[in-house]
C-alpha cells in the first residue's frame, strides 16, 4: 500500500468533516443573528460584526434561491450599500466585485432604503440588458471562487467575542 494515497484519503476526508462543522457552525450563528434582528427588521440590534455575518449569508440564501434580483426585490435588498464592504471584510473580494457588478447594472445608487420603493425601482429597470447583466453576475456568483461557508466561519471565529453573546 502506498502510504502517500493512505494520507490523502485521510485528507479528503478530514476536509470534508471539517467542510459539514464550518456548515453547522455558520448556519447556527447565522440563524441567532436573524433571531435577534427579526431577520433585518431591526438591525441595530446587532452589532458590526453580525451585521457582516447577516449580510453575506443573506444574499448568499436570496441569490441561491432566485438570484441577485430577488435579493434585491425582497426586504434584505435595502441593505445593498452593505454589500461590498461586507465580503471584503470576510475577505471575499470575488464576492464583493460581483455584488459591486450587480450594483452596478441597476445604474442607481443610492437604492432607496424603503422596499416597495426600492421595488418599484427595480420594476423600472428591468429590461432585458439589466436582467442579462443580473443574469451575469447569478452566474459569476454560482462559480465560488470565494469559499463563503469557509470564510463565514473563519470570520466568527476571528470575531468569537462579538458572537459568545447570541
Not at 475577505?91 to 426600492?118: N, Q
Not at 471562487?145 to 473563519?154: F, G, I, Q, V, W
Request: glycine residues 4%.
Amino acid at each position: 500500500r502506498d502510504p502517500r494515497r493512505r494520507n490523502m484519503r485521510f485528507f479528503d476526508r478530514w476536509k470534508k468533516r471539517r467542510a459539514a462543522q464550518n456548515d453547522d457552525m455558520v448556519i447556527k450563528v447565522y440563524h441567532a443573528v436573524c433571531e435577534k434582528c427579526d431577520d433585518g427588521a431591526f438591525m441595530e440590534k446587532l452589532n458590526a460584526a453580525e451585521r457582516v455575518l447577516y449580510i453575506t449569508q443573506k444574499l448568499e440564501t436570496e441569490v441561491n434561491s432566485g438570484g441577485f434580483s430577488q435579493f434585491f426585490y425582497n426586504t434584505a435588498g435595502r441593505f445593498w450599500d452593505m454589500l461590498v464592504p461586507a465580503f471584503m471584510e470576510i475577505g471575499a473580494a470575488r464576492t464583493a466585485d460581483i455584488c459591486a457588478s450587480a450594483l452596478s447594472a441597476l445604474g442607481a445608487h443610492p437604492l432607496p432604503s424603503v422596499s416597495e420603493e426600492c421595488a418599484a425601482l427595480l420594476d423600472r429597470l428591468e429590461n432585458e440588458e439589466v436582467e442579462a447583466a443580473l443574469d451575469e453576475c447569478d452566474n459569476a456568483f454560482y462559480e465560488y471562487e470565494d469559499d463563503l461557508t469557509a470564510r463565514n466561519a473563519a470570520y466568527i471565529r476571528k470575531h468569537k467575542r462579538f458572537f459568545d453573546r447570541l
